[in-house]
C-alpha cells in the first residue's frame, strides 16, 4: 500500500551510499553469530550504540526486523527519480548529537524553505502572517487570545524549567502535574478558546496526541527537553523552524544518516531478522531472531516500548519494565507528501507552512529538494485524524488530503504528479509514531523503567533520551549513552 | 516465589475437580490438530466459548499458556491441605453468569463473612462501624464528608446511567468525561477531604489502580457495567458486601469452576501451549503454539489486551486494534493471604473488613473457608503499593503484611501459621491484574476495537463484557457472546 522505499531502492537513489541488500547481512547468509553485544533494530539508537561499540573495539550485531534500516527514518522514493522523507527529517538547534553524526558522515543540510507567509486557515478563513514578527510565528488570531497564548506558553517553560530532563518524576510538582491531562491543565489556563486553538495544534503537531491523551507531567518534560545542558528547553524550540527544531533538514533525505552509518558497520547490521526471544544462559544471552541466533555477553534494545514488550523475555522482566512498556503507546501519524513540477506557493508568497482548523492535516511544510527542482508539499496526519483514516485505502486518504492542499494553496494542488503516503500505524515495526506517550500516572510510576537495565539487558531508542527525547537527535543520544553504558560493565 | 497451585495440586486438593495434567492434553502429546475453533486462553472466557461451541458440535482446541486453567483464577494450596483464591473469588447479585455456570458444574456458593464490625483505620486510629445502618458500609468519617460523599456516590451513579454499555463512546457526554482522569474530576468534586479519601479507596479496591490513571468515562463505564440489563449499575454494587460483587463465594476455592469446566473438554485442552502466531492461510488460520500448531477455520483469542499484543499476526492487525492494546494496560495486584488456626477476629467482633488510610494492604476481606475451620485473612496490595512491592523479597511483602495485619487486628495477626501471596504483576502470563484499564483518550478513541473481530478472529476475555467487564461474570458473557458471534459465521 505505501511507498516506502525499500534500502536497496533508497541506496541506489541516493548515490553517495553504499549500503546494500547484497553488502548488508542477510539472515539466511548467517545463522548463528557470537558477539560481545547483540543491538536490537537498526534505527539510528541502534546504529549509533554499534558505532561506538565497535569503536571500543567491541564485536557486535545489529539485527533489524525491517528489510531496510533507519526505523523510524526512512527516504520514500519519488516518480520522478527523487526522494522524500517518510519519517524523522528536521533538525535544529542544540540537537548536537545528530548534527556530529550528520557531519562524521558527510551528509550536509540545508535549510528548511521558510520565506513567505505562513497561513492560518481558521473558521473557513485564509489569513497570510509573517514568521518573522516579534511573536515569531504565532498566528494572527484576536488579541485576547494572543495575550492568552503568550501567558500561557511563558507559563509552560517555566514550569519545564523545574523539570529535571534525567529525573522528571523527582521535579517537585511532578505528582501534581502527572495526576492530570493536558487539556485539563489547558482548559484552566488557555481560556480564550483562539488561544487554546493555538495550544491544541501545537500539541497535535508535536506529539500527533491530543492533549486529552497526555499527562500534563510528560509535557512539561518533553518542553524541557528540548535544549542540551546549556539551553533550557522552550515550546518555540519545539515549534519553531527558524531557530527551532524544523530548522534544517538532510541533503538527500533524513534516511541517508542511518544508511551511511550502517554502511560503516557492513555485515555487522542484519536486515529481515526480526527479534522473537532474548533468554540469558550461562551468564550470557541467546538473542533468537528469524533466521539467526546470537549469543552475546550484553544486549541492546533499542525499540520503542511497546514493540519492546513484544519479544519473549526469559527469564521475565521485573514487573515494572513490563508495566511500563504496557504503559508508553505510540502515538498515530501518517505523512502525505504531494510532488508537483514546481513549489508553485512560493510565487504567491507562501512558505507552505499551513496552521488549520480542520480538515485532516493541520499542519505542512515544504517539503522541496534543495534546489527546488520539483515542488513537495508535505501534511501530517495526526492523532485523531490519523485514527479516522487508519482503515482508508490510499485512494480515499489522497484524496482527503488533495482536498485540504487545495483549500490552503488552491487549484494547482488538486493534481500533483505524484502522490506518497507513510502510514506509521499501519506499519509492522513501528505500530504508530512518533514516538511513545505518556498518559497521567506513568512517569511518576513507572519512569526510571525506561533507561534502567535489565541484568546484561539495556534499552535505548529516542524514548529514552533525556535531551530531545521523540527526536532523531534523542535517537542518537540514546545510542551514545547506552554504549558507555554498555562499555562500563563489559 | 509466590505458591501458585498448580493443577495438579489443586485438583488434588479440591477432590471433586477430575482435570489433571494426565486427563488434559499436553502439547507434546499432540503436535497438531484440524478444529473448527482454536481458542487461545483457557480462562473462563475461553473455556465458556469452548463449551458452548462444543455444544453446538463445534470442533475445538484450547490453548493454555500456563500449565494450569482458570488464567486470573487460581487457587492456592495451604500448608494445612486448605485452599484458598489467589484471584478473581467473589461473585453478588446481577452476576447472573457465573452463577449459572457454576450451578451447571455443581459448584457452590456461600456467603463471605460479613458478621460483626467493619474497621476503619485513619490517622492512626482505628475505627470499628456497623455494615447494616442506613448508610450501608460508609465508614464513620465526619459529616461534611459523610454528606459531600452521599452526593458524590449519586452523581457518579446517575452520570454512569448516561453510559450505553455496549458502547460508551456514544455517550453524550463521552469527550468530556474522556479528556480528563477521575482524580480531576473527583478534585473537582469530592471537595472534603474525608469524603476524597473514601473514593480514593474505593477506586484502588475496585481497579488496582489510583484515580490519576483512569478516564473518567471508563470509570463511569465500570460502574454501569456493575450490573444487567434489567438492573443498571452501581458504585455500591461494586464495593459492597452483602448485596454487592463482594456477596458470596464458591465452596473449594473459585478455581473449582473453570476446573471442572476443563474437564467436561477433556483433552481439547492444551496446557503449557503459549500461543506465539496466528497466521492467516488460504482462508483459514494457523495458529501455531509451543508444542503444537492448530490449524482452524475461526480463532478466539480469550486473552486480556496487553497479552493478545503479544501475538504475531499475520496479517498485521488494523492500526485500530493494535493500538488498543497499545492502550489498555493491566493494573497492579497482588492478594496476600494469612492462615491462621482459628479466625479469631470474629470473636472480638470483627467481620475481617478493613479500610485503611495507609499501609501496604488498604482493604481486607475475611478469606476463611466456610466452616471456619482455620481462619484467612486475605488483604489486596493495589496499584502505587503493589508497584512499590514488585521487586521485593517474598519475605519483605510478608513482613509488611503482617505489620498491616498487626496494627488493625492485634497481635494473634502476627504469627500466621502459613502465608500466601499471588503478585500478578510478576505472573508471565497476566503481568498484572485484575484488568486492563483505560487512559483518557482511549476508550472515545479506541473503544469499539475491543470487541470487533478481524477476519475470522474473534475477541474475547473480560475485558470485552458489556456487563460485569474486570469480572469472573464478565469473563463468562465474554465467552458466551464470542461463540453465538462465531456460530452466525461458521
Known amino acids: 500500500m505505501s511507498r516506502r522505499s525499500l534500502l536497496g531502492g533508497t541506496a541506489a537513489a541516493v548515490g553517495a551510499a553504499t549500503l546494500t541488500a547484497t553488502a548488508a547481512g542477510t539472515a539466511s547468509a548467517a545463522a548463528s553469530r557470537d558477539v560481545d553485544v547483540a543491538i536490537v533494530g537498526a534505527g539510528l539508537a541502534g546504529l549509533t550504540a554499534a558505532r561506538d561499540l565497535v569503536a571500543a573495539g567491541k564485536s557486535v550485531v545489529v539485527l533489524e526486523a525491517r528489510d531496510r534500516v533507519g526505523g523510524r527514518v526512512v527516504g520514500l522514493s519519488l516518480a520522478n527519480g527523487g526522494i522524500t522523507e517518510g519519517g524523522g527529517e528536521f533538525i535544529g538547534p542544540t540537537q548536537d548529537r545528530i548534527k556530529a553524526l550528520a557531519d562524521s558522515l558527510g551528509v550536509q543540510t ?160 542484519v536486515l529481515s531478522a526480526p527479534v522473537r526471544t532474548i533468554a540469558r544462559s550461562g551468564g550470557r544471552y541467546v538473542v533468537t531472531a528469524d533466521g539467526i541466533t546470537v549469543n552475546a555477553r550484553k544486549v541492546v534494545v533499542a525499540l520503542a516500548p511497546p514493540l519492546a514488550a513484544r519479544i519473549t523475555y526469559d527469564p521475565l522482566l521485573p514487573a515494572a519494565r513490563d508495566q511500563l512498556t504496557q504503559r508508553l503507546p505510540m502515538a498515530s501519524v501518517g505523512k502525505a507528501i504531494a510532488i508537483y513540477d514546481t513549489p508553485f506557493w512560493r510565487a504567491d508568497g507562501f512558505n507552505g507552512q499551513v496552521v488549520s482548523d480542520s480538515g485532516v492535516i493541520s499542519s505542512t511544510f515544504d517539503n522541496s529538494p534543495p534546489d527546488a527542482s520539483y515542488g513537495a508539499l508535505m501534511g501530517f496526519i495526526e492523532a485523531d485524524e490519523a485514527r479516522k483514516l487508519d482503515a482508508a485505502s490510499e485512494a480515499e486518504v489522497r484524496a482527503a488530503v ?66 530531545w527525547m521523540g527526536f532523531m537527535d534523542g535517537a542518537v543520544r540514546s545510542g551514545e549513552r547506552v554504549a558507555r553504558e554498555v562499555l562500563a560493565v563489559l
Open 110 to 269: 540545508f535549510t528548511t524553505y521558510n520565506t513567505g507567509n505562513n497561513l492560518l486557515y481558521k473558521d473557513g478563513k485564509k489569513t497570510p502572517y509573517a514568521t518573522d514578527g516579534i511573536l515569531g510565528s504565532v498566528p494572527p488570531i484576536d488579541a485576547a487570545g494572543l495575550a492568552n497564548a503568550a501567558i500561557v506558553q511563558a507559563k509552560l517553560d517555566d514550569l519545564a524549567k523545574q523539570i529535571p530532563v534525567d529525573a522528571p518524576w523527582t521535579a517537585a510538582k511532578a505528582d501534581e502535574w502527572d495526576r492530570q491531562t493536558f487539556e485539563t491543565w489547558l482548559r484552566a489556563n488557555a481560556v480564550i478558546p483562539s488561544a487554546k486553538f493555538l495550544f491544541d495544534v501545537a500539541c497535535t503537531s508535536i506529539f500527533s496526541a491530543e492533549p486529552r491523551e497526555l499527562s500534563f507531567l510528560f509535557v512539561l518534560f518533553y518542553i524541557a527537553a528540548a535544549g542540551n545542558a546549556a539551553n533550557p528547553g522552550t515550546l518555540e524550540r519545539l515549534t519553531e523552524t527558524a531557530n527551532g527544531a524544523q530548522e534544517l533538514r538532510f541533503v538527500g533525505g533524513s534516511q541517508l544518516v542511518p544508511i551511511k552509518l550502517a554502511a560503516t558497520l557492513g555485515d555487522r547490521v
Open 402 to 467: 488533495l482536498k485540504d492542499y487545495t483549500t490552503y494553496f488552491g487549484e494547482k494542488a488538486a493534481s500533483p504528479s505524484s502522490f506518497v503516503l507513510q502510514r506509521w500505524n499501519n506499519e509492522a515495526y513501528t505500530r504508530g509514531g512518533p514516538v511513545s506517550i505518556a498518559a497521567p500516572g506513568v512517569l511518576t510510576q513507572y519512569g526510571p523503567a525506561v533507561r534502567e537495565p535489565v541484568g546484561g539487558i539495556h534499552w535505548a531508542g529516542t524514548e529514552t533520551s533525556t535531551y
